[in-house]
């Protein structure tokens, strides 16, 4: 447990404590913290002077200077010690204590409290947004239906036919020449072509694609 002492408010008017430089004010301060620890009257003078970083001639002036404005005895123990640190009230160091402690554990309470709170709706909705996905036309039903197989050759076909009709018309308009006439091989080979775009046609008319 840490040991504590009391300092006078008085300190900061005394004549004999004010009239002193900065160095012999912070002097008397460690004097009394040794006092308070129970370890002045363990040291010795060089000892001493090292608690209070000095040297030998100047803790003889110091031990002068304080002795004649009457703040310690020869042997350095400080006067009226046990009558200025008395308690003012015997209990007031246990009321004191138990202050302490339920501050303390109101404090821990409260930081447990704060780390059990919920975000509030604004981070919760923040959250959520960036989880949500933009507009999908796959996930809103707006998927376009399949098409079947035999829709597609379907499809296919048409187009096919669209490309073939118009070289195949022009075959089957042409008149057999003249020549073909007089010549039976001639005239084979030349109405072949025709008759294949015929059976085209034919077929073509037997699926629908075109009318007749």
């Not at 308009?173 to 025709?194: I, L, Y």
Request: charge should be positive.
């Amino acid at each position: 447990m840490s040991t504590w002492l009391k300092l006078y408010a008085e300190f900061a008017t005394d004549p004999k404590v004010q009239s002193m430089t900065e160095a012999m004010q912070r002097r008397l301060i460690m004097l009394f913290c040794l006092e308070c620890s129970g370890d002045l009257p363990k040291l010795e003078d060089h000892e001493l002077c090292l608690a209070m970083r000095i040297t030998q001639k100047e803790l003889e002036d110091t031990r002068r200077l304080f002795v004649r404005k009457g703040f310690i005895e020869r042997d350095w123990s400080p006067k009226n010690w046990d009558k200025r640190q008395q308690p003012t009230d015997p209990k007031a160091a246990d009321r004191m204590r138990r202050v302490r402690e339920e501050r303390r554990l109101n404090a821990e309470q409260s930081r447990e409290r704060s780390a059990n709170v919920r975000p509030n709706n604004g981070e919760r909705d923040g959250e959520r947004s960036a989880n949500v996905r933009p507009n999908d036309p796959e996930r809103d039903g707006e998927r376009s239906p399949p098409v079947a197989p035999h829709a597609r050759s379907r499809e296919l076909e048409a187009e096919e036919d669209k490309d073939f009709l118009p070289s195949t018309l022009l075959l089957h308009s042409q008149p057999p020449c003249a020549d073909a006439h007089a010549n039976g091989h001639a005239h084979a080979r030349a109405t072949r072509p025709g008759q294949a775009a015929q059976d085209r046609l034919e077929a073509l008319r037997g699926k629908g694609a075109i009318s007749k």
